[in-house]
Structure formats: C-alpha cells, structure tokens
C-alpha cells in the first residue's frame, strides 16, 4: 500500500498569499497518478488537480500541480477567500487507492 | 449535467447491516467506474473499493473485504454497498464517485450518506 503523508498539517496564510502545499508517496506514484481534491465543510471533495499537473474541468488557474516519483506539490498563487479549505493529496495508480491525512488552509 | 444521488441518512445498531444506494445520471452509466470513500468524523477519506456497472465486477480494499459488497440495477443506473457487523467505528459519511478508467481520478462525488451506528 502507499501511504501520502501531506504537509504541514494546518497552513494558516491571509488572502492574495501563495500556498504550497506538499504529499510525499512511501513509493513511486506510478505514471503520475496523483490527485487533488478540496474539500469544504459539509461538502463532498471536488477534484481540482489530476495526473500530478492537469488541472480538472473549471479549475481556475491560480491552482497547479508539479512533482514526479514520490514528491508532489500543489500551488495555490494568489489565495481567494473562498479557496480556504482542507487539502486531500490521492494516488489512484495501484490498489487500494489511498489518500493523505489532508493539509487545512486557514485564514490567518 | 452529471450527478451521482445518494440515499438519506442511516442510523444502525451494532452488528447490523446498512446498504447505501447512488443513483447516477447525465452520464452513460456503464462507461465509468463508481467507488465508495467514506469519512469518519473529523478525519480524512478512506477508499473502500470500486465496481465496474459495465459487467459487475469489484475490487475491495483489503480492510473491508469480509464485510462489504457492492452491487449494481444497470435498470436504474444505481450502484449499492451494503456493509455489514456493523461496528461503532463504522459511523461515517459514505460517498460514491466516479472514475472515466480503473486508473482514473475521481471527477464525480456523490453527497455523502451519514450513516451512524449507535446501540
């Protein structure tokens, strides 16, 4: 199994600040199958980021992914108030597909 | 537009049976793999294991493969889990999402079902 461990825990930056946000794999993610989702409170995870650096459908583009092997970044340029949020890193190449503990971003 | 409805909210005693339902539309629902993450209070996302509506066949993560099954009515474009011994740890929001490949992203998510397990 891969376990994702994301860091830090909890980013706490003030609106129009950039965020990155990191996942590292215990193993090589194979050809980049590497998630990112949003998630808000009482809200279902939205996709924001697929195979490490695409962005998904409608994403605007303050969001992006870099990253290969076992080390990915997600990078938010210039953070709107509504991108406060918690963070899931995913790897969805091998089975079981798993996901990291999560990044909280708050407002500082 | 695509959409993926859950069933409502469940409430179980220990060592009960709970079966979640999602129904899909906007899509053709056979083209695309459904999964089920859940999420205990408070905490991150679990996969749980994924079905492929075309033909039926599923893989499970190993924590959950005694006690979890998941079916689909190609009828009503609707996917089940059922999850069975249910056990206080079990008390979680479910979630269906979809996937375009086996080795996709999920692009897709239900609402989530809260489903508590409580004597």
């Known amino acids: 199994e891969i376990v994702l461990t994301q860091s830090p825990g909890t980013l706490s930056l003030s609106p129009g600040e950039r965020a990155t946000l990191s996942c590292r794999a215990s193993?090589?993610?194979?050809?980049?199958?590497l998630a990112w989702y949003q998630q808000k409170p009482g809200q279902a995870p939205r996709l924001l980021i697929y195979?490490?650096?695409s962005r998904a459908t409608g994403i605007p583009d303050r969001f992006s992914g870099s990253g290969s092997g076992t080390d990915f970044t997600l990078t938010i340029s210039r953070l709107e108030p509504e991108d406060f949020a918690v963070y899931y890193c995913?790897?969805?190449?091998?089975?079981?597909?798993?996901f990291g503990q999560g990044t909280k971003l708050a407002i500082k | 537009q695509v959409q993926l409805v859950q069933s409502g909210a469940e409430v179980k005693k220990p060592g009960a049976s709970v079966k979640v339902s999602c129904k899909a539309s906007?899509?053709?629902?056979?083209?695309?793999?459904m999964h089920w993450v859940r999420q205990a209070p408070g905490q991150g996302l679990e996969w749980m294991g994924t079905?492929?509506?075309?033909?039926?066949?599923?893989t499970y993560a190993q924590k959950f493969q005694d006690r979890v099954t998941m079916t689909r009515d190609t009828s009503t474009s609707t996917v089940y889990m059922e999850l069975s011994s249910l056990r206080s740890e079990d008390t979680a929001v479910y979630y269906c999402?979809?996937?375009?490949?086996?080795?996709?992203?999920?692009?897709?998510w239900g609402q989530g079902t809260l489903v508590t397990v409580s004597s």
């Open positions: 193993q090589s993610v194979s050809s980049s199958y």
């Open positions: 999402a979809r996937s375009w490949q086996l080795a996709s992203p999920f692009d897709y």
């Open positions: 906007g899509y053709t629902f056979t083209t695309y793999y």
């Open positions: 995913q790897q969805y190449g091998s089975s079981p597909r798993t």
């Open positions: 195979a490490a650096s």
């Open positions: 079905i492929n509506p075309s033909g039926g066949s599923t």
